[in-house]
């Protein structure tokens, strides 16, 4: 369906505030908009004077169905940013942090919302919105078991690596026992009594050996 709305701009208004107006009208975000006029695809940067676009002419808009979605990596200490379409699968997001990070998509865990997205999954299935951040765990290729004992008599063990971050080992125990990261307390059980890992070190910096034994509790987060 062809609609026509009328907007108020000035002749050096930009195309970006130009789509921040279309935004405030329609609901449409920005960064979905593609804004043509006689054939020309507009640049964001540029004044409308540059297009010489004048009262009275037409846009075009065409919506796409983009966004941009982060990928948090603990592991590695990394932040990527992907422009991404509803009508990519999981796998498919699994390939360009591979190209960009360097991360092998077989050995990736995407997570949302404390819940790992299945690889045949769209974007469109997941519920992820636009400036969305996903977190990606790096599953093991060398193993380092760890066992935590997660309360309740409880213990379960996970493969690890070495060089992953005490962030990356929480985000595994939510992935199997549904606890948020943010809520686990990670100890380990030292000469002079129990120490808390901080988030951001390495197994390695804590010294932590194959088959050793954490504790977990729940609380405020290090």
């Not at 991404?84 to 360097?102: H, P, Y």
């Amino acid at each position: 369906m062809m609609k026509t709305v009328a907007l108020d701009v000035e002749c050096t208004d930009t195309v970006h505030q130009m789509k921040a107006k279309i935004g405030a009208i329609e609901g449409i975000d920005k960064r979905q908009q593609e804004l043509f006029f006689a054939g020309l695809h507009l640049e964001n940067d540029n004044m409308l004077a540059d297009y010489n676009i004048m009262t009275n002419s037409s846009v075009d808009l065409y919506v796409t169905d983009g966004m941009q979605i982060s990928v948090k990596i603990p592991s590695v200490g990394k932040t990527i940013k992907l422009n991404v379409k509803n009508s990519q699968s999981v796998a498919d997001i699994k390939a360009e942090i591979e190209q960009k990070g360097g991360i092998p998509a077989n050995e990736q865990i995407l997570m949302s919302a404390g819940r790992q997205l299945d690889d045949n999954c769209m974007l469109s299935q997941c519920g992820l919105s636009n400036g969305q951040t996903l977190h990606a765990v790096v599953r093991p290729s060398d193993k380092l078991r760890v066992f935590v004992n997660v309360g309740g008599g409880r213990t379960i063990n996970l493969d690890a690596k070495c060089w992953y971050t005490v962030a990356d080992v929480k985000l595994m125990i939510e992935i199997l026992e549904g606890l948020p990261a943010s809520t686990q307390i990670l100890m380990r059980t030292q000469s002079g009594g129990d120490v808390a890992l901080k988030d951001t070190e390495t197994l390695r910096s804590h010294h932590i050996k194959n088959n050793d034994v954490l504790a977990m509790h729940l609380g405020r987060t290090l």
